[in-house]
């Protein structure tokens, strides 16, 4: 079975984010979206607020799983026997950062890749920090999470406080 690993921070989900993990369940026979625990940062969403989106908004696909996880991606991809790491690039902006992690990884732990899917062109533009930012402010980013994420970003910032 081939198997692979969708990694993120996913501070929120957005809509690039589901539709990289939507074309990996197209082509492998099972995804593991792993949801990053990294206690040097402060999220915004703890990860189990995270994972409970995901599952949500990916329940439809029988091939897909989420988990949160604090440690070296390499590490749960031996556990997983993932040999495929995907990733998307949403800009050459991006290339630099994924292939210096590509590469780390791949000296970590030889028997994984890492393949990138281009985004969409609909979400190019789009990053969870700037989701963030502007769901803080009260402003309207419907059109780019998915309606649970939505849901909980409005619940969070109605009135435009932070
Ligand atoms: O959504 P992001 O923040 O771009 O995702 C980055 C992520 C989670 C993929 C990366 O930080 C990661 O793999 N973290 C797990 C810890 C690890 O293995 N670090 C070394 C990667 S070179």
Redesign the pocket.
Same mark, same amino acid.
């Given at each position: 079975m081939t198997v692979a690993i969708c990694?993120? /921070?996913f501070d929120p989900p957005t809509n690039g984010h589901i539709d990289v993990i939507q074309r990996a369940a197209r082509h492998f026979e099972r995804v593991v979206v792993l949801v /990053?625990v990294n206690p040097a940062k402060s999220p915004m969403l703890s990860a189990q607020e995270r994972v409970l989106l995901l599952r949500e908004v990916l329940g439809h696909l029988d091939n897909v799983e989420v988990e949160a996880y604090e440690g070296?991606?390499?590490d749960l991809a031996r556990q997983r026997g993932a040999g495929v790491i995907v990733k998307g690039l949403r800009a050459l902006s991006d290339v630099e950062r994924e292939i210096q992690?590509a590469q780390?990884?791949a000296g970590l732990y030889e028997a994984v890749d890492t393949f990138f899917v281009t985004t969409d062109p609909r979400w190019s533009f789009v990053s969870s920090s700037g989701v963030k930012e502007v769901a803080a402010y009260g402003g309207d980013v419907s059109g780019l999470v998915p309606r649970a994420v939505n849901d909980l970003l409005e619940g969070r910032y109605k009135g435009g406080s932070r």
């Open positions: 990694p993120g /921070s /990053s070296l991606l390499v992690m780390m990884n």
